[in-house]
């Protein structure tokens, strides 16, 4: 069973640049998440999608950030216009349903400069 | 506001001795925890997952954690480590007024092991 995408797997911007970020979930995961993990720290939710509807976005930014899961498949995460505090891992995971237990991808490191 | 603790950043020991990470949450009510491992270079994977039942689970490779619900604790343990054990671990909580698929992390715990 392929394991969940994510591309890019680096990235170096300036601040006050966009970027976005791919997350392709396992075949079948109907839950989406995407998460911040900081340097020092655990990841922290930013948002959840149950097939292509948002679940739980309350720790989004939504003044900069923004993710949509058009198709109930792939997902993209946008950050617009970047900050150094944005510099971070973004993981996405998924899961068959809603049950906590799920399945991460190798996030992409993105540093803000 | 709910918390997850984890009392440990970093760990160092040599193989084959004990280790024990401890984790605490501030959650109420029910709750499913959860213990996360992170190898140099690979993917978070899960460890071990507690539900309900024996308080006692078994994961994989030899870990194994104790949920003490007066404590607020899920502490993972492992009675002899190898090398190949250093890596980051972290405990999760879902529960409390949480949707059922939000899970919070932990800080990690660096755990590194010698020869």
């Known amino acids: 069973e392929a394991g969940v995408a994510q591309s890019p797997r680096y990235k170096i911007i300036e601040k006050r640049q966009s970027v976005a970020f791919w997350c392709n979930p396992i075949s079948g995961h109907a839950t989406l998440y995407w998460y911040q993990q900081i340097l020092g720290q655990g990841p922290k939710l930013l948002i959840q999608?149950?097939?292509?509807?948002?679940?739980?976005d309350s720790q989004l930014p939504k003044d900069r950030f923004s993710a949509e899961r058009l198709k109930g498949v792939d997902s993209t995460l946008k950050i617009q216009p970047a900050k150094l505090e944005d510099s971070a891992v973004y993981l996405c995971?998924?899961?068959?349903?809603?049950?906590?237990?799920?399945?991460f991808g190798p996030g992409t490191r993105l540093t803000v400069t | 506001a709910q918390s997850v603790s984890q009392h440990n950043h970093h760990v160092i020991l040599s193989e084959a001795a004990s280790l024990e990470l401890g984790c605490n949450y501030s959650?109420?009510?029910?709750?499913?925890l959860f213990w996360y491992v992170q190898y140099p270079g690979q993917h978070l994977q899960l460890l071990l997952k507690y539900f309900s039942g024996d308080p006692l689970v078994k994961g994989i490779k030899g870990f194994e954690a104790e949920f003490i619900k007066s404590k607020f604790s899920f502490n993972l343990r492992k009675p002899s480590v190898q090398w190949s054990d250093t890596a980051e671990y972290f405990c999760a909580v879902n529960g409390g007024t949480d949707s059922w698929g939000k899970l919070q992390f932990g800080a990690g715990t660096q755990v590194v092991v010698t020869p």
């Open positions: 999608f149950q097939n292509n509807g948002v679940v739980d």
């Open positions: 995971a998924s899961s068959l349903d809603q049950s906590p237990g799920r399945y």
């Open positions: 959650y109420g009510g029910t709750v499913n």
